[in-house]
């Protein structure tokens, strides 16, 4: 009986002993998501005062719809160089995120949506394996009328892709579509 108490207790001993290993490792850094409280897209034509586009949403997941402006109108048949500035606004002074992005290129891209008089875009940048970023991106009009401009931030998309969400995948950081006017 003694024999089997103390095989009984060496037992329960030895598992306590492994079951207590010294885990000495760190955790592994956790790469937090950013916080974008506003975009800022800047549209400059050749001879034309800037057109500023601006979304910005400073309770961020918050009740409070984005607070969206146009500061005017686009011109017809004309190709505006385009850039767009992401901040965190919940910060003093504000986070630049554009930064961040800019040197995490390649494991972001943003894909935009254009409709009606909005004819196309095109990246002007691109990371280091050659793959668009849209940081920087030329905006062409077409006629007069309306159209929209839906601009997205995707975090690790597919990367090349076909310019689209569903062919871009990843996750979304920002999203948001400005309604445009479009004049001769």
Known sequence: MQKSILVLFVLISSSLFVGCSDD?????????EEVITTMN???????????????QDLDGDGPNAPTISVSGDLTASTTYAGTIELLNETESPAEDITEEVEAEADEHQFI????????????????GNGNPVGINFTLTTGDAGTGSLQITLRHEPTKP???????????????QTFNLTVVQ
């Open 112 to 127: 935009f949506g254009p409709s009606g008089s909005i004819a196309s875009i095109a990246y002007t940048d691109e990371d």
């Open 161 to 175: 892709n076909d310019g689209t969400l569903a062919g871009a995948g990843g996750e979304t950081d920002i999203a």
């Open 24 to 32: 000495d490792d760190p955790p592994a850094p956790v790469n937090e």
């Open 41 to 55: 897209v800047t549209l400059t034509a050749a001879g034309a005062t800037a057109i500023t586009l601006q979304s």
